[in-house]
C-alpha cells in the first residue's frame, strides 16, 4: 500500500506542478471547473486503488443512475399486446 501512495503521490505532485502555472494564465472559469471535475474523479478512484475498497466504477455508476429511468422509458414505449 505504501507503493501506491508514493506512486500517486509523485504522479498527482507532478501533475499540479505541470498545471499550476497553466491554470493561473487561464481566465476561463469554465475551464478550471472542468479540470476541477476530472481531477476529483481520478482522485475517486485513486482513492479507491490505494486502499482498494471496491467502489462502484463507471459502469455501476451508470448503471444506478439510469436503469430506472431506462426501464421507465422501455415500459412507456411497449405496446401492448392485443
Not at 503521490?9 to 471547473?33: H, M, P, T, W
Amino acid at each position: 500500500m505504501l507503493e501506491r501512495i508514493i506512486v500517486l503521490l509523485v504522479a498527482y505532485g507532478s501533475i499540479f506542478l505541470y498545471d499550476r502555472s497553466q491554470l493561473k494564465s487561464v481566465s476561463n472559469k469554465a475551464e478550471k471547473a472542468v479540470y476541477v471535475v476530472l481531477m476529483l474523479a481520478s482522485l475517486y478512484f485513486a482513492i479507491d486503488y490505494v486502499l482498494a475498497l471496491k467502489f462502484p466504477g463507471l459502469y455501476e455508476s451508470v448503471d444506478f443512475a439510469f436503469t430506472g429511468l431506462a426501464k421507465l422509458i422501455d415500459k412507456m414505449l411497449t405496446v401492448p399486446k392485443k
